[in-house]
């Protein structure tokens, strides 16, 4: 079975920290870029992050909204990629998906999406 499996999500208080993982089931995704994308309940999906490590480049983008706050990276091997989100807010809420891309560029589109986890649950609350 092809898919991409996310972990890592949970319920931290405003200021904390939480890492999510993302990882290949059945396929290898070593010519895609990947992405994390967001939404919250009401709200718009945002494309929030993506790598590429084509060429061991590991070019990345983030969001204005997450800028300075989260890292994404790669293992040397491109197994997994990691979200590391610090300094959480409320507004950092929402169930958080990986993808992968043609590309990393600009702001992950969901146009732009292969493949699609089921996504992790992020709660920001006192």
């Known amino acids: 079975q092809v898919q991409l499996v996310e972990s890592g999500g949970g319920l931290v208080q405003p200021g904390g920290s939480l890492r999510l993982s993302c990882a290949p089931i059945?396929?290898?995704?070593?010519?895609?870029?990947v992405g994390w994308f967001r939404q919250a309940p009401g709200k718009a999906r945002e494309g929030v992050t993506c790598?590429?490590?084509?060429?061991?480049?590991?070019?990345?983008y983030y969001s204005d909204s997450v800028k300075g706050r989260f890292t994404l990276s790669s293992d040397s091997a491109k197994n997994f990629v990691s979200l590391q989100m610090t300094n959480l807010q409320f507004e950092d809420s929402a169930a958080y998906h990986c993808?992968?891309?043609?590309?990393?560029?600009?702001?992950?589109?969901?146009?732009?999406?292969?493949?699609w986890g089921k996504g992790t649950l992020v709660i920001v609350s006192p």
């Open positions: 059945g396929f290898n995704w070593d010519r895609y870029a």
């Open positions: 993808a992968t891309l043609s590309r990393c560029d600009g702001p992950p589109d969901d146009l732009d999406m292969d493949h």
């Open positions: 790598i590429t490590t084509t060429g061991g480049d590991g070019i990345t």
